[in-house]
Structures are given as structure tokens and as C-alpha cells.
């Protein structure tokens, strides 16, 4: 399980605990950012799955990379070298919205999660949920998407990390660093991990991560 950044995050409203790997939003109606603190991706491929808590039923959560920097905007959907999409389907490519071209995650989903797959030699990243049951129909396209896949990302010379938006509070996200041939394979090992002393309302239990 991997911690977040404290230095590449809006600056409040953005709570961290268990050694920094689970932050927990706590602003109403407002965005906040926050990247992990990892060392970043230059080359090859890495995979990370998502845990994310849901527990007033937002529609306007967002996954995805970016290069490792501090924002000037606390929505940075919109930013350079952010890629990935919300949870209603709208993708961004390097900061750029032309087209609903993704996966759509059911808005009174609590609970679910996503991988995501960053291939800095063939330039995409793909982003996929383990469980379809949860997916609605993307109207724009016609049908429901599992999977999203963006390509044409170029060399970041300072390297990607995973960039994470909320909109909501009480939203929570959990990200474990997985082998890439886990993409997408539902793994109870995995899951438990993420879902240790985390409850559905996104806050931690009692015991602490060991």
C-alpha cells in the first residue's frame, strides 16, 4: 500500500492517516488533489489498484497521473500532464476534455475498485473496474464501457505519479502498487489489504495497519 504526498495536495481539507496511505476528504463540494508520494515513472510498465469509498454518492471522482507537481487550482482536471477521467466517464488528455469516452461507474456505487495500467514505451494508460456489475451505460457512446484507454502520452522528464481528485466529503482512496499482470484480475489478497481498517464510510477502524 502506498502513501500520499503531502507536499503535492491542495492545501486543506485533505486528511491522511495510517502512515499516509489512506486520505480521506473532508471538504463539501469542492475539489481537492492529491498525488502519491512515490518515486516517479520514467520508463516501463507499473500498475496500481484503487480502493475507492463513495459514501455520498458522487459521480465527480478522478484517477488518473500527472507529472510530480504542486497546482496552482484545486480542480485540476483541466491542468497540464494530467491525464485519466472521473468516475462519470468524461476522460482528460493532458488536461484536455474532448469527449465522454469513458467507463461510467454507478453514482450510488459506496464501494468499488479500479486499476490502473501507465505504459511509458507504448505512451497509454489504461484504466479498467474489477467489477462490471457496477457500471452503467455511457450515453455518449452508446453502451457501457469496462475499460478506458488512453494513448499518445508522451516522455514526462520529471516522470508520472498517480493523481487523485475529490469532490465530495467522507470520499476516501486506498492505492496498492500491483504486478502488471494483475491488471484487472480480482485478487482477495489484494482487496483485504486495501480494505484493512477501512470502513465503507471511508474511515479508518480502530486497529492500526500493520
Known sequence: VLPFSTQ????????LSHDKTLVVCQAHH????????MEPVVQGQRCWRVLINNPNKTDQIFWGISA???FTVNATHNSKTVWGQISNGWSRRDGKYDSCDGFRVDSGTVQYE???LLDCEEGTLTMGVLDEAIL??????GKKMSTNKLSGIGKEKHGWVPHFIFSRNESSIRVANICP???L???WNISTILKANVEKNGQCS???LK
Open 206 to 208: 480502530s486497529d492500526s
Open 8 to 15: 503535492y495536495k491542495s492545501d486543506k481539507d485533505l486528511e
Open 68 to 70: 510530480p507537481t504542486t
Open 30 to 37: 469542492n475539489h481537492r488533489y492529491i498525488l502519491l508520494d
Open 185 to 187: 484480475k480480482k485478487d
Open 136 to 141: 452503467v451505460k455511457n450515453e455518449f457512446v
Open 114 to 116: 479500479i486499476d490502473m
Open 181 to 183: 499482470s494483475y491488471f
